[in-house]
């Protein structure tokens, strides 16, 4: 039984995992995604258009994106260049048939 759940742990660390979080500062959204082993993390967020804002990595594991805005937006990560969909508390169909996630403050 040990030996199984040793086995379970490493194969969940080993491909990452990943857990995302928000703040609210200053009138600014500060969301974090932990993403270990990334090389790239983007947020992607709504607007008149998608807009690509770049993660800056605040630790070895977590990424950061600060927004001038703390206002509802829709989203969803870039994580070395492949689409993340976090576990979010609201989610919202698209246009295109995709699911993303909802920032409501």
């Given amino acids: 039984m040990k030996k199984w759940a040793i086995t379970i742990l490493a194969a969940v660390f080993s491909v990452g995992?990943?857990?995302h979080y928000h703040t609210i500062r200053n009138g600014q959204a500060e969301v974090?995604?932990?993403?270990p082993g990334a090389q790239s993390v983007f947020l992607v967020v709504s607007g008149a258009v998608f807009e690509k804002v770049p993660a800056v990595?605040?630790?070895p594991d977590t990424w950061k994106?600060?927004?001038d805005r703390a206002y509802e937006f829709k989203y969803f990560y870039l994580v070395d260049g492949t689409?993340?969909?976090?576990?979010?508390l609201l989610k919202e169909r698209d246009d295109f048939g995709a699911d993303n996630c909802v920032f409501s403050p």
């Fill in 17 to 19: 995992c990943s857990a």
């Fill in 32 to 35: 974090y995604l932990k993403a």
């Fill in 57 to 59: 990595r605040t630790q």
């Fill in 65 to 67: 994106v600060t927004l």
């Fill in 83 to 88: 689409v993340y969909l976090p576990d979010c």
